[in-house]
């Protein structure tokens, strides 16, 4: 320690070293680099690199930051779109997050992230980390972030390492989302023992500003000053981005906590109110965060973005701890910093800025009219690249993909080949079973969880958990407001990754559509196994050319998102889960639907055909813990027709309350939606099962897609039938909604009555008694 | 009328106490930690958040800030102030309230809609409530569980200083199921519950059969206007 202080650059790899000492081994294969890719680095620079350089590159050309593996085919994203999806969108993909036009002279920008593989080692932190790395993306748009929400899967809730990752990342995620001051407005829960030792914790947030203040990523204008602003430099997270999120996690293999980010989420929320006021105050060109790859990422995509170069002397950054090495610096991923590109007049009120908020800043270089990134360390310089090389034109791979071997007779095991039982004839067993299904792990109530997180700050919270959709206003003035829903549903994308990620993007399209909302633009975050197996990358294939054929078919571009590979433990992949998240906008949130009814006396009218569809279905894991078949059939035409019909009605306040078919079927939409206000309901299933020619098991538990349960008053009931039918919406009266109170029940005929409180009993106490 | 709202770094219902201030008819004046300049307010809100982080203990920062130091001074001279949550908290460190508030005692944060009874309305805050009433206001906190000595508790109770009594559940393990607290003088009012988040139709707390329409909020602002009026 006392050496690097009184010579800094004792033994310093340099340039000038490197190239008069072009045999020195180096660690290539350590960083996560294959033995072509070192050899393109050579290449590019025409010696061998530094150290420094060789960090840049193994981070920068790393799966998590580069996309190698997954680059060909997320281009589809951005090639299958119509001119009419392109309208409303002001940043496209590549970009931090996208930016879509909603109106009045607003804009939101919205994107979902994972941060799975430091979940599992430290769920605290790395749930934490993970809410603050995609609320910074969000600000480093121009944008103030106005909610969050999580994606969480866990593994089977017998495991006892599950409570561990459950509390752990709860907590994370409660500690500092709260402490930013943004409401969580929804997510998902679910547990299955394929996620055991790889849980997802995937975190999206979303930001509205007006057109004005978009920010972009780049530095354009030589002469400006690049300045490192936030908390000070550490040891945490180096190496992170290369090892966590490139390797499978080993038991006999040397512990990675050290890896690991910590959060300060009052450092982060500082930071928010300081940028906002220097967008503000027009004193930032251009604008980074610094997440996955920290500086070695700011620095590069900043000059590539802009076309400029860049030139650095890294020992001015503010380090926590004084023996960090350049080759850290460089690497190091502490959170809760930005690099803003700074015009030299600018200086003096930015200063003035930062200052007002007690943030430590140091001017690190400028930029530079070169295609150029030097970085010195005390006056020797340490890097000397081509920026794009570093940032932008990283391996692309073309690899293997193979048709599973398995899958042919996964589909083949359907619930009527494999003889699942129904209790078609056995109304206390099928009543059993009904309440067997909705306090299941996976469909019981998650307040549980959702009670830890703030879902009012901000006061502008419209709608959030347990509603199908999280809304909030953006504009006070008008009610304008943005809502937003996830969905993936792995058991399917197991059987089909095709149709999954169409069937993830068609519910979280119609959850948007069911709260008023008119679904506008996508983002999604997908979870994989190892691409260097064949057969996940055939998943993959399948499951990004599914989304893209449905967004094309939708009229919705995806605007951004992130890919998470090597989720697996040892050599079993998860389940494919690809996490779709569907924005959509209305003009006024007081227009929004509730989720449930309110009111007693209203008629319930199914809209849409239900189908014997119980493969992957929660019924078929919940009962027979099964999974085979093909799931449901996805129809893009009926979902569109669907949610124009949802929006019509809305316009017209003809619907009290709209709530999606989903998983659990229609008998976990009658359920929640009586539990959502405490209103219960009489439903009879006799018409459906003649009209679509159900059983009453599959009328009760299908996971037909394309469906929504609402209630209408009796004043509007002419009005709202005659839109169905205009529009060419099947739809079919099964119920009406029953009194509040003690006594409220649920009685569906021919298979119980079923008290509303001890239903609630039973929906409530699945997650406490596990995890409280 | 003009009443400050105090920004903390850290402090995260600012935007929205500000808010409720100007849904009941005042002009809102934003007031800086650094500065102990109080523009002449007519009273003060210290909203909720987490100012500088929670680091030490909650609140115990923010009461030794400047602005914090003038709204003492101005408190013991009869200047309204409501603390809420985050802002209890720094009443309780600045001794304008007895007692402290420590972690809650199921260990985890809890966000719900509380009901509460007002226990107290002869305060500049709470005139506009009927005595015992009812009332549905959101609660958020990790560190909400009231504690106070033996002594101090009687004392709260008996000389009537309990303005805010938890119903139904005690979500924080508070002594006495103490939700907020007055002083004697009854200028100064402090509560873990966040009345700024039950002002506006639409966006407040779940009422009997009505989504997120509860408003009991907005009677805490509309209180201190007419105390400010009236005294």
Redesign the interface.
């Known amino acids: 320690m006392s050496e690097v202080l009184i010579n800094p650059v004792a033994n310093l790899d340099t340039v000038a070293v490197a190239a008069t000492t072009p045999e020195k081994a180096q660690p290539w294969k350590e960083l996560g680099l294959k033995e072509d890719e070192y050899a393109r680095i050579k290449e590019i620079l025409g010696r061998r690199p530094t150290s420094s350089e060789l960090a840049m590159y193994s981070v920068m050309w790393s799966e998590h930051c580069s996309y190698k593996s997954s680059k060909i085919y997320l281009r589809q994203f951005g090639e299958k779109v119509t001119d009419e999806m392109k309208k409303h969108l002001m940043v496209g993909m590549g970009e931090n997050a996208g930016v879509v036009d909603i109106g009045e002279g607003w804009a939101v920008t919205f994107k979902v992230e994972s941060h799975n593989h430091p979940s599992y080692i430290e769920p605290f932190q790395g749930a934490a980390t993970g809410v603050g790395g995609i609320v910074r993306d969000i600000l480093t748009m121009g944008a103030r972030p106005i909610a969050v929400m999580d994606q969480l899967r866990f593994g089977a809730v017998e495991n006892p390492d599950t409570a561990r990752v459950v509390h752990g990342v709860t ?1 994370g995620i ?2 500092y989302g ?4 943004l409401p969580n407005i929804g997510g998902e829960t679910v547990f299955d023992k394929v996620y055991q030792g790889n849980p997802l914790v995937n975190a999206l947030s979303v930001g509205a500003l007006r057109h004005e203040d978009l920010k972009l990523a780049k530095a354009s204008n030589p002469g400006d000053l690049v300045i490192l602003f936030g908390a000070r430099t550490g040891a945490d997270g180096i190496g992170g981005v290369s090892v966590l999120a490139s390797e499978t996690f080993d038991s006999t293999g040397p512990a990675k906590r050290p890896a690991v980010q910590v959060g ?4 982060e ?2 930071l928010i109110e300081c940028c906002l006021e220097l967008y503000h105050a027009g004193v930032v060109a251009g604008i980074q965060d610094l997440g996955g790859a920290g500086i070695s990422c700011a620095t590069s995509e900043l000059a590539s973005n802009g076309g400029a170069g860049m030139r650095v002397d890294l020992e001015k950054v503010l380090k926590r701890d004084e023996s960090l090495t350049p080759e850290e610096i460089l690497m190091s991923e502490s959170q809760e910093r930005m690099m803003g590109i700074v015009p030299k007049k600018d200086l003096k009120a930015f200063v003035a800025l930062v200052e007002k ?2 943030v430590e800043y140091s001017i690190l270089g400028e930029v530079i009219n070169e295609d150029r990134l030097y970085i010195n360390w005390h006056g020797e310089e340490i890097v000397n690249v081509p920026p794009r090389t570093v940032a932008h034109d990283g391996p692309v791979y073309h690899r293997p993909v193979a048709y599973p071997a398995w899958i042919d007779a996964l589909n083949a095991d359907t619930v009527v080949a494999a003889g699942l039982a129904r209790a078609n004839d056995n109304a206390t067993e099928l009543a059993a079973q009904l309440v067997e299904v909705v306090s299941s792990p996976n469909q019981a109530d998650k307040s549980w969880i ?13 709608l959030a958990q347990p509603d199908d959709s999280g809304m909030v ?1 953006v504009s ?1 003035e008008t009610g304008l407001g943005v809502a937003i829903a996830t969905d993936a549903n792995g058991r399917f994308c197991q059987l089909d990754p095709y149709n999954g990620a169409k069937l993830a993007l068609a519910e979280a399209y119609r959850n948007v559509a069911a709260s008023g909302a008119s679904p506008m633009a996508v983002t999604n975050c997908l979870n994989f196994g190892s691409p260097e197996n064949p057969e996940v990358m055939w998943q993959f294939q399948q499951a990004t050319a599914g989304l893209a054929d449905g967004c094309l078919e939708l009229g919705i571009p995806v605007t951004g998102g992130n890919v998470s590979f090597y989720n697996q433990t040892g050599d079993v992949a998860i389940h494919p889960t690809p996490v779709v998240g569907v924005l959509g906008v209305i003009d006024d ?2 227009r929004r639907i ?1 989720s449930g009814w ?2 007693s006396g209203h008629n319930i009218y199914l809209l849409g055909v239900t189908r014997d569809e119980l493969d992957g279905s929660a019924w078929a894991g919940v009962i027979h813990d099964h999974l085979g078949g093909k799931p449901p059939v996805v129809d893009l035409a009926g979902e569109k027709a669907l949610a124009d019909l949802l929006h019509g009605a809305s316009l017209q306040g003809l619907v009290a309350s709209a709530h999606d078919l989903a998983d659990g079927g229609l008998a976990q939409a009658v359920v929640e939606s009586s539990l959502r ?3 219960g309901a009489r439903v009879w299933l006799g018409e459906i099962m003649e009209r679509d020619g159900l059983d009453l098991t599959a009328a009760l538990f299908s996971e037909s897609t394309g469906r929504v349960l609402v209630s209408v008053g009796r004043e509007d009931d002419v009005k709202f039938v005659g839109l169905c039918e205009a529009r060419g919406v099947a739809v079919l009266r099964i119920g009406v909604t029953d009194e ?1 109170g003690a006594a409220a029940v649920v009685a569906i005929k021919d298979v119980a009555d079923f008290s509303l409180e001890s239903l609630r009993g039973s929906w409530k106490a699945t997650l406490p008694e596990l995890f ?1 | 009328m003009k009443i400050g709202v105090v920004t903390f ?2 402090t ?2 600012d ?2 106490a500000a ?1 409720a201030v100007r849904i009941a008819g005042a002009e809102v004046v934003p007031l800086w930690h650094a500065d102990a300049n109080l523009h002449k307010v007519d009273a003060v809100v210290l909203p909720g ?2 100012s ?4 030490l203990r909650c609140g115990a920062i923010a009461a030794q800030a400047p602005v914090t130091q003038a709204i003492v001074k101005a408190a013991d001279g009869g200047l309204p102030v409501l603390g809420i949550c985050n802002g209890f908290q720094v009443l309780v460190e600045s001794h304008l309230l007895p007692g402290g508030l420590i972690r809650n005692e ?1 260990q ?5 809609d509380q009901r509460l009874r007002v226990e107290n309305v002869d305060t500049a805050w709470t005139n506009q409530f009927e005595l015992n009433q009812e009332i549905i206001i ?1 609660l ?1 906190n ?1 560190e909400g569980g009231y504690i106070a000595d033996a002594e101090t508790l009687k004392r709260l109770e008996g000389d009537g200083l309990v303005a805010f009594r938890y119903l139904d559940v005690n979500p924080n393990g508070s002594m006495n199921d103490i939700a907020g607290l007055r002083n004697e003088r009854g200028n100064v009012v402090g509560l873990m519950p ?1 009345p ?2 039950a002002v ?1 139709a ?2 407040g707390p ?1 009422k ?5 329409s509860g408003i009991d909020g907005l009677k805490f602002f509309e209180s201190v206007l007419k105390a400010v009026v009236n005294a």
Not at chain 1, 178 to 181: A, S, V, W
Not at chain 1, 451 to 462: F, I, K, M, P
């Open positions: 907590a409660s500690f709260n402490c930013l001051g300060d989420p009052f450092a929320k500082v908020w007690e959702t009670d830890q997180y703030d879902h009012y700050v901000g006061g502008n919270t419209a206003r006070e949130v007081a509730p309110q009111d206000f405490g209103v509040a409280g | 770094p850290g995260l219902d935007r929205d808010r958040g987490f500088y982080g929670d680091y199921n985890h944060f809890i966000c719900r959101p958020k990790g966040h700024e988040h506006e639409g966006f779940d009997a059969g009505t989504m997120r």
